[in-house]
């Protein structure tokens, strides 16, 4: 395997390439929230409508662009972006319906605020995007799973 360098956005991501297909996210049923911190980040609450066609446009345009949330979850979410292979766990597949079932928001959020322990995803608010911004890419996500 060989490590892999790519910036978006300003941000160096890196990944292990490697031939075999993307890993399937293991255990969706798992919170990323450590124990102490998930009563809490449940219950955060969103100051925007997670439905509105507009707040779910401008999260997808953050989405594809200066959030660079593309380069690990895909460009349709699934979590297959280019930055994903080799990653343990797998980046969150947005599109299956049982995420928006099993996460909220504000759990969501917690994750962009403080990076998920024990996996790749690292802090993105405010690194990289604002608070409003992310609770405008967490609609788009939550878009691409259904009700």
């Not at 690990?72 to 947005?94: L, Q, S, V, W």
């Not at 099993?102 to 322990?117: A, D, F, I, Q, Y």
Request: with cysteine; net charge positive.
């Amino acid at each position: 395997m060989k490590l892999v360098k790519i910036v978006l956005g300003g941000m160096l991501v890196a990944a292990l390439a490697v031939p075999a297909a993307f890993a399937a996210e293991k255990d969706i049923t798992k919170s990323r929230v450590p124990a102490g911190d998930l009563e809490k980040a449940k219950a955060a609450k969103s100051p925007v409508d997670l439905n509105a066609a507009d707040v779910i446009a401008r999260g997808k345009a953050i989405f594809a662009g200066k959030g660079a949330c593309f380069s690990c979850h895909g460009d349709t979410g699934k979590g297959d972006g280019i930055a994903a292979a080799g990653m343990e766990p797998a980046p969150r597949n947005f599109t299956n319906a049982q995420f928006n079932k099993l996460r909220t928001p504000g759990e969501m959020m917690w994750v962009l605020k403080n990076g998920s322990p024990n996996t790749p995803m690292i802090a993105v608010i405010p690194a990289q995007i604002t608070e409003a911004e992310g609770w405008d890419v967490i609609a788009y996500e939550r878009s691409l799973g259904g009700k």
